[in-house]
């Protein structure tokens, strides 16, 4: 029988969750930099950890330069909807509350359910396609599609960000299957991302403060410990048990909005998280009664 570590895992969780939250503050208090900008030193901090970690670990683990080369196009995917999950992602951060940002990135996990679906050819249960319908139209609530452009752009750069980050998360389940090393899917992803970013910088530079500097690099390490945890939670515990402690960054983020900003969501958005994290609340159970059924009958998922 699997054995696992529910408390850890929760708590890795958690920490997890308020990394992110700390990242997506401290990137809306960087300021009127460029997004683009605020990415790419996300990305370096990112790469720099996750290339210290695979260079340190690479020895202890036996690496097939076969397996890596049939996977190296899922690599590669990922790294392509990891990038357009964090530009997307940034993006709505600068323009709209970081609470909205934070829940329209949550949407990942049911664009993940439709990426296994689409690129992966794995099946879709009633229940999880009626959660990613209702998830959607609780994101509706939130993006609030108007033709005012200058609130309805940044919301909508939001869910695709959500979207970009889900079907990243399909393509890592992908790596997987071919045990990639998870320190080089996040190298490649944090490279790749950072070479995007570069001739933006170089066309659209702006100098920026000594504080603004240090406060990107806060949100790098952030996103790192953030990584870090998230890692960390799934290993000790199943994604089924532990992955609803993940909106907690939500409320994370709500809290900090309001004392650092000031920001308050308005009706429609608290109406839109109410439903997003119901569902995801449905799912968890449906997961785990899943689970306990194929553990007493001794069948696999």
Same mark, same amino acid.
């Given at each position: ?6 408390? &850890? ?32 030193? &996300? ?34 995917? &990922? ?93 890592? &389940? ?128």
């Amino acid at each position: 029988m699997e054995q696992y570590n529910l408390k &850890r895992g929760i708590l890795f969780a958690l920490f997890s969750s308020f990394c992110f939250a700390l990242m997506g503050m401290l990137v809306h208090a960087a300021g009127d930099l460029p997004f683009v900008e605020k990415a790419f030193f &996300r990305n370096i901090v990112a790469l720099a950890f996750a290339s210290v970690l695979f260079i340190k670990n690479r020895k202890k683990e036996t690496v097939h330069r076969k397996i890596e080369r049939k996977a190296i196009k899922f690599v590669l995917l &990922r790294a392509v909807c990891g990038s357009v999950g964090i530009f997307g992602n940034f993006y709505a951060l600068d323009h709209i509350p970081i609470s909205d940002a934070s829940m329209l990135n949550k949407m990942s996990p049911f664009f993940s359910i439709l990426g296994c679906f689409i690129f992966l050819g794995e099946k879709i249960e009633l229940i999880p396609m009626l959660a990613v319908c209702g998830a959607f139209g609780g994101a509706v609530l939130v993006i609030k599609p108007s033709f005012n452009f200058t609130q309805f752009f940044p919301a909508l750069a939001g869910f695709l960000g959500g979207m970009g980050a889900g079907f990243a998360y399909s393509f890592i &389940r992908k790596c997987h299957s071919y045990k990639v090393n998870g320190n080089f899917i996040i190298m490649t992803f944090s490279l790749f991302s950072s070479l995007i970013c570069l001739p933006f910088m170089i066309a659209f530079w702006k100098p920026m403060s000594v504080q603004q500097f240090l406060i990107l690099i806060g949100a790098g390490l952030a996103a790192s410990g953030g990584q870090f945890g998230i890692t960390n939670a799934y290993f000790n515990a199943p994604a089924a048990k532990i992955s609803i402690y993940e909106y907690s960054m939500v409320i994370f983020s709500a809290i900090m909005g309001f004392f650092a900003f000031g920001q308050i969501p308005d009706a429609l958005s608290i109406l839109g998280y109410i439903i997003i994290i119901g569902i995801a609340v449905l799912i968890f159970f449906y997961n785990q009664r899943k689970q306990k059924k194929a553990e007493e009958s001794n069948t696999p998922l």
